[in-house]
Structure formats: C-alpha cells, structure tokens
C-alpha cells in the first residue's frame, strides 16, 4: 500500500461498527495550517490527504503539503502536486502494450545485472479486457457467442500474455473477455470509494484514489473516487511506486439547479454539459459539482457526466460522497460493512455533502458556471464532435449544412442514411433509466408495428452483464430483440471503432453512389472516421434516440415534427407517439435494477469462459518473445538505454512531417480501427504473408511497435495542410519527394539525417489517452510538436516519450506566418530554455533564405516533467531509478547478464 506517515502523529482514530480504524487526518492539520483544509474544494481534500500520509514515501514532502494547502482559488501559479493513486485500471488496447512494456523494463534490468522482480506492481492494477469486441454479427440471436469466438480467434496471444502478467506480476488481476467495459464495472464493483487495508494494529482507511489508462476513467468521479485518465507509461510509473506531478491550476466549480423536464434523458444532460463546459474552457481544470441539483440527480445520471469530462477537456469531473452515493454501493451489492465505512469516513474527513447543501459551503472554486437543469432540451452531437450539442428538432439542417446532402428518401439507401445504430458505451449503458427507457420504446415500437430499416446495422452492447440481467428480467429484451438490437457482446465495440462491417450490399451501394452515409450512438466518441470508415456523419445520443433513428432510417427525418415510420395500419407513427413516460421508465427502474441483479452479474467476474481458462499460459519472470510474432514484439524503447541521462540536444534544420488545423484528435494521429490493405501497416502485414481477413483492427495490433508505427497519422480523415487537397495519412518529402504515406516520408527523412517537427492548431491530440499517439509520434523521429494548445494527456503522453511540447504565442499561428512546409526550423539552447515556465526561441528559415524567430512556450510544467523528457522519456528514467535504489540498497550491483537473449534487436527496430 501507499505508505502512511506516523512521524507526524496525525493520525486519527475511527470506530465503525465496533471496529477502530487509523487514518491520515486532515483536521489535524489546523492547528499548522489554519483554516487552510476548509478552503478547499472536497477534490482537493483528497489530494491533501494523499500528501499528508505519504510524507516520506517517494520524496513526499511537508513543503508539498504546504504548496498545497496554500494553493488560492484565484492564483495563476501552477501548484505541483505529487499523487499516489491506490490503483491503477486499464482496459486492454491500452493496457496490453502496458503490459509489454513492463516485460521490456524486465529485460532491461535483467541485461544490467538485476532481479527482473523489481519491475513490479506496488499498488493494485486491474485490467478489463473490453475494447477487442467486434460486431461482426449483430441482428441475430447467436450474434453474442458468434463475436466472442472471433475475439478469441483474433486475440488469443494478447490474451495469452495478459495471463501470463496475472501470472508473474504482483497485484495484477485480470477481467477476461465478455464481462463488460471497465468504467463500469469499475463504478458497479471494482471501485471501493473507501479503501480498508489491513495493517499492524488497526486497518487503514484512505480514499480510494486511482488512475486509467483510457480518457473516461473520470467516470468513477461520479461516486465520489477521484480518478483521471493517463498514458499508459504514466500509468507504469504509478504501478512501479513513482508518485505521479499533478499540475495543479483551476478548480471549477458547476453549481447545478432545477431538475430535468418530462422527456429529458441524462444523455440530453451531459451532452448539453459538454457543449457549455467545453465552450467555458475548462481544459486542465479540475470540475467539481455542487448545488440544490444534487438532491435529485441520481448516480446514475452523475457518472454518466463524469464520463464525458474528456469531451470537455477537464482533469476530473467530482461529485462529493452523499447519501445518493451510499444508496448506490448497496444496490451495486457492495457490503454493508463497506458502505458504513465509506459514510463514517467520508463525514470525519470533510468529505461528505450533505442534503440540501444548496452552495459550496465555504470552499473556494477559481470560477463557478451555474447550470440549470430544467433549461435542457432533447438533444445530440455531432457530426464529428462530442462537444457540438444539437437540438433533435435541427439535426436535419446541421446534416444539410455539413454535408450539402441529395433529398432524403424514406424506402431506399440515401443521403443520411443510418447504416449503424448502436446501443453501446459505458457513458449510456451504465444508465439504467436511459436503457429501460430504450426497451420501453422498443416494446412500443413493436406493438405499433415498426420494424428497424433494411439498410440498418443494429446492435446492442452493454458495458456490464448486469444490465442483460435486468433487461432480460423486465421483458424488455425481447422487445428489443424484435427489432434487431440482441445483445452483441459485453465490450466498447461501436463506440471504440469496433462496429465491425456493413451488409456487402450497402457497402457497395455507398461506394457507388457517394453516399454520405451516417452512424448513430450512444457512445462518447464520433470523431471522423473513428466509428466506420464508410460513415461520413456520427451522431452521439440517447440509448431510445439510437432505437428511434434505426427504425427511422435517416438522420434527414425530424424525429422531433416528422413520423419515424408508418405502422402496420398504415397510419403515421411519431416519436411522441411510442416515447415512455417518465413515470414509466421510473417505475421500471424501481422493479428490475435490484441489488440481486448486480450480484448475479458480478459473481463469477474474474473467472472467464472456457475458451479463456484453456488459453496455456507461458512462464517465468522474462516474458518469452517470439520474433516471429505479428502481435506481440519487444519494443525498441530502452534499446539504448544508458545508465546516465543523455545531453540534451538542439534541433537543427528539421522539417515539418505534418502541419494540422485545429482539433486534431488522437484517432487523427493513431486510429483504432480497422487496417486498410493499401495503407502502411496492410502492406507490412500483407509482405509477412496476413491475409486481410486477419488484419483485425489497430487498437489490437498495439504490441507490434512496427504495425503502430506505420499507422501514426495514416486516419483516412487526416488532412495535412503540406499535401493541400489530399485526405488521409499523406505527406511529401522536401524539396522533391512524391507524396507518400506519413511514415515512408519520415523514413526518408531519417535517411537523410533530417529532425522533424509537427506543426498545429488549437486543442492538439484531444480525445482518448492514446500513447501510440505520441509513441508513433516519437518513433517516426519527431523531436517536437509545436501547437496553439494542447489537451492535457496527449502533453503529458508525448513528454513521456521525450517529445517536446512547445506553444505558439497568442496571435501566433503556422497561418499568420505563412508556413507552407518548405521551411527548416531550428530550436536552439534546448538545454537551457527547455524548461518549466521558459521560453524556447523558434527560428523559422525559408526557402528564400530569410529567417524569423518566434518565441515558444516550454510545456513541460513542472520539474518532474522536465526530468522525465530530458532523460528521454519515462521507461529510461524508471530504469535508472530502479538502478539508483538498487545501488542504494544493496551498495554494488552484480555485473551485467548475458539473459535474456532478445530476438528482436536493434537491428530491427523502426526508430
């Protein structure tokens, strides 16, 4: 566990049950620093408590509690907080090469001479195998055990090596297949609000603290958890026992009041939240809510708003413990022993809210946006972002305005055509007001006749197995059966790019009529070209929306004015018409969402399916490589590594590989989804002899450094302003290259000895916590990304990989100064400019040998950070952590080891 700090004597003693308890407390700290917990918001309060009892651990010190403890609502200082979260969850398009990376840092301690055990989980890591589904079946009553076995078929050596980590890692479990998406089954199990761990003497209690390797992680905010989501290498860090530097800048408080009109889902809600938060700018912020709101707001309708805090760019999206929050943990069947424990401590630390708290009760936010509930209206997003909220009344014009579409037509495949329409995510699934109500509409929809449109791609995918329980109990999944939406799988799916491919009939009616074809779903995520490639418009919504729109069959309807169909009478049948009641959807809720459903779900969680139990499992403390692996290589990270951080050095006369507009997302610069056969990545699969078929997507291809790295910036979508008028993962070799793929231009690039630069706008790499989208950005030998902004985890994942995140100045873009990718760029003194709060000068030459210099803001934020890309990334710099602890233990280390022997060398590897 977390170390906890006696010296202080701050410990206080809790009774719950007639048990006692020790805890770090923070009402011990008045008598030093008075009045300063009580200022603080309750996120805070638990960062406090998490710098107060691990004084002494990891370099954790009284002036970090200080700084802390200091920070001003009104500051403009940066406050580095070091964090120990007590558990690190990843799901496994992230977490398997988290995995691999671990097994390489073994190799790597193992060659220097030490035990390959001190690469080791010192904190709880849970990784939920969910983002590998794909629906390839849907409509079908087999379409659930069908997709499971091609999940297997796909992806039995990743999942061989998750067992193996289970296996010979410390404190790893493992979620297998078909069990749901991990934010959710985080929030209705795994997270545990109050962490109880056993000890000499009374067992501790702390808050249970956590970090993600994907961007939702802020979902379990929604139950009083604060947790965010990191890279994976960041994650590495935490796992390994490195406190993790949290910049810590604004706080915002959400005063949130009235309540949701007749009709008004949480989806409506969050939605809404997202476009007015975004617009706020809350990017870096943490998001703490309060208000006479919160009364009525079930946990429900709150996770699925701490959800969506990536789409509006916060670090975390807290709701404080309440009763709403007690309530929850029982019907999710967690003991009650638990929940007492969770109140008890909860109130003798000044986190508890109480009922009818309608203000902040004295703490502090650097701004406040009050919300209205009851100002809320049916709405979506899209057709590219989640943060461009739209009225349901006006998603035909947004269409029209974004597309310029041919007139729709009710019978046949036209422009706006929904050829998906997915209930997925753990956003919306997790919801089970929004679920029910879905299977109300279904069950409606059924008995007036409606059927879903030929043309429709249905499917149905919840993120916890307790959401089949009580669908199937209420009656409800027949009605949605009947419609095409069986159950398709346990996993992200659709939402996570996996929708699997359309009928060959509509893919090639698309394709030949140009159609601008369009997804629907209840997801977090629509990127472009994210969801499928031949889905030109993605629209986020609300579980019955996504039932509505398939049995509508074009987003060019107003669902709002318009039937959504003629039922078997012939007779036109509204939206009005078939949408349950509110009443009704709560009455459901009340009868079949029971604590029984969830213990039922959730009893056999970690055990898995046979075909995971017969999955042989390899041994050792080394993983054991196999160089003829498509799936799992041994990166080239650490491949020279030295025991002494290198120099620093300048870049000179780099080129740009890519210039990009604003929000480009990471699915921009790493895509998930499926691998083209005349991209990069295909054509090296295709030379190693894959047949297509067998391609699977790239979240799972992201073990193999050498498939990833051909993927970096190759989104069909991308549009780099090198390459005007081309779309897709293009650039051109300067002076006189052909235009080529991203990463055949950086090998030409590499060849010549030229560093390379990205240039960008606004809100650079927003979206998921994806490290191949900084890890291909170092591999293709970018040395710097100079943006307009960044969103928070893409910065701190490309410092992580020793990339340099530098700022345009405001007024200041690759526009006002005229660049067009002929130039070279220089940025020198990197040694003494690059660092916290500096200013890195920018020359730019052109061609027609003049030159001007722009000054640079340094994104490195804080020391920790600077450190970490200085030494070329996290994984050397653990190393060498690993080696001085080493030496301090044991005063002299062993001389290097010949094992293991690597297959797969340097001479191997792209970068």
């Known amino acids: 566990m977390n170390a906890v700090n006696e010296q202080g004597k701050r410990i206080g003693i809790l009774e719950v049950g007639g048990e006692q308890f020790r805890y770090a407390s923070l009402s011990s700290l008045h008598d030093d620093y008075p009045g300063a917990v009580a200022r603080l918001p309750k996120c805070l309060r638990v960062l406090a408590e998490n710098v107060l009892r691990n004084l002494g651990n990891s370099d954790v010190e009284e002036a970090d509690l200080a700084r802390l403890l200091g920070w001003r609502a009104q500051g403009d200082d940066v406050v580095p907080v070091p964090f120990h979260p007590a558990r690190v969850l990843m799901q496994d398009y992230t977490g398997i090469p988290t995995l691999v990376d671990l097994a390489a840092m073994r190799d790597g301690v193992t060659a220097l001479g030490l035990d390959p055990q001190r690469v080791n989980p010192r904190i709880p890591v849970d990784l939920v195998i969910d983002h590998s589904l794909i629906v390839d079946r849907s409509g079908s009553a087999d379409a659930i055990t069908f997709n499971l076995a091609r999940e297997f078929e796909r992806n039995a050596e990743r999942y061989r090596l998750a067992k193996w980590a289970k296996a010979s890692l410390d404190r790893v479990r493992v979620v297998p297949p078909g069990n749901g998406i991990l934010h959710q089954i985080n929030i209705e199990r795994i997270a545990q609000v109050v962490h109880c761990e056993a000890s000499d003497g009374p067992a501790w209690l702390y808050p249970d603290t956590m970090v993600g390797t994907d961007s939702h992680s802020t979902m379990v905010n929604g139950i009083g958890v604060l947790g965010w989501g990191v890279g994976g290498i960041e994650a590495e860090a935490a796992m390994l026992g490195l406190p993790l530097i949290v910049p810590l800048r604004r706080v915002v408080g959400v005063r949130l009041t009235g309540c949701l009109s007749t009709g008004v889902t949480a989806t409506d809600l969050v939605l809404s939240l997202t476009e007015r938060l975004r617009a706020f700018n809350v990017v870096d912020a ?42 929850y943990l029982g019907t999710t069947g967690r003991d009650a022993r638990q929940v007492a424990r969770v109140e008890a401590y909860a109130k003798v630390q000044g986190l508890w809210r109480e009922a009818g708290d309608a203000g902040a009760d004295g703490e502090c936010y650097s701004a406040t946006i009050a919300f209205d509930l009851g100002e809320v209206v049916p709405s979506v997003a899209g057709p590219r972002r989640p943060q461009d909220r739209v009225s349901l009344a006006d998603v035909p014009d947004n269409f ?22 997915a209930i997925t995510s753990c956003t919306n699934t997790s919801n089970p007001a929004v679920m029910l109500a879905a299977g109300l509409l279904a069950r409606r ?18 993120g916890s197995r307790a959401v089949g329980e009580y669908l199937e109990r209420s009656g409800l999944q027949q009605d949605l059966d009947a419609i095409g939406f069986q159950i398709a799988g346990y996993g ?8 699997g491919r359309l009928s060959d009939d ?44 398939a049995l509508a069959g074009n987003v060019q309807i107003d669902l709002a004015h318009e039937p959504i169909g003629f039922g078997a009478d012939g007779a036109p049948v509204h939206l009005r018409d078939i949408w349950p009641s509110d009443e009704e959807i709560a009455t459901a809720v009340r009868t079949f969402v029971t604590r029984d459903a969830f213990t039922d779900a959730y009893r056999t969680l970690f055990d898995g399916s046979a075909a995971w139990r017969e999955l042989d499992v390899p041994s050792g403390a080394n993983f054991p490589w196999d160089p003829d692996s498509d799936y799992i290589r041994r990166p080239p990270y650490l491949d020279d590594f030295t025991e002494t951080a290198p120099r620093v050095e300048d870049v000179r006369d780099a080129r740009a590989l890519v210039m990009l507009g604003d929000s480009t997302t990471t699915d921009h610069i790493s895509p998930v989804g499926d691998i083209d056969v005349a991209s990069a990545a295909g054509r090296f699969l295709a030379a190693r002899g894959v047949p297509r078929s067998a391609f699977n997507a790239y979240g799972a291809r992201r073990a193999n450094h050498e498939v990833m790295v051909r993927g970096t910036f190759a989104n069909i979508r991308l549009r780099n302003e090198l390459v005007p008028g081309v779309e897709g993962g293009y650039s051109r070799f300067v002076p006189d290259g052909p235009v080529e793929s991203v990463f055949e231009v950086a090998m030409r690039y590499r060849a010549a000895g030229t560093p390379l630069v990205v240039i960008a706008g606004k809100e650079y790499g927003t979206g998921s916590s994806r490290d191949w989208a900084a890890k291909g950005t170092r591999l293709l030998g970018v040395r710097a990304v100079i943006a307009e902004s960044f969103e928070r985890i893409h910065r701190s994942n490309l410092i992580m990989m020793g990339v340099l995140p530098l700022q345009f100045p405001a007024g200041t873009t690759r526009r006002s100064l005229a660049l067009d990718g002929s130039e ?40 920790n950070e600077w450190k970490v890309w200085s030494g070329g990334g996290m994984m050397p710099h653990v190393i060498r952590q690993l080696v001085s602890q080493a030496a301090d233990e044991d005063g002299v280390r062993s001389q290097p080891s010949q094992q293991p022997q690597h297959p797969q060398r340097s001479s191997e590897k792209t970068a």
């Open 286 to 327: 943490f998001v703490e809510f309060f208000g006479p709101a919160l009364d009525r707001l079930a946990v429900a309708d709150r996770v699925t708003i701490a959800n969506m805090a990536p789409e509006y760019g916060s670090s975390a999206a807290f709701f404080p413990i309440d009763q709403a929050t007690l309530d």
């Open 400 to 421: 029209r305005r974004a597309f310029e579409p041919r007139a729709v037509s009710r019978d046949v495949l036209s422009d706006g055509a929904v050829v998906i329409a």
């Open 445 to 462: 929809a059924r008995q007036r006749g409606l059927r879903t449109r030929s043309w429709v791609k249905p499917s149905l995918t919840p």
């Open 492 to 499: 992200c799916a659709t939402c996570g790019g996996n929708s």
């Open 506 to 549: 509509v893919e090639a009616e698309i394709a030949q009529s140009d159609i601008v074809a369009a997804a629907v779903l209840s997801g977090n995520r629509n990127f472009e070209a994210r969801i499928h490639p031949l889905a030109r418009a993605n629209y986020l919504l609300s579980p019955p929306l996504v039932v509505a729109y």
């Open 824 to 863: 070279t760029f220089d940025l020198p003194g990197l040694a003494a400019r690059a660092v916290p709060g500096g200013t890195v000068s920018l020359t730019v030459r052109r061609a027609d040998g003049s030159a001007v210099a722009v000054p640079l803001q340094c994104r490195l934020d804080t020391a």
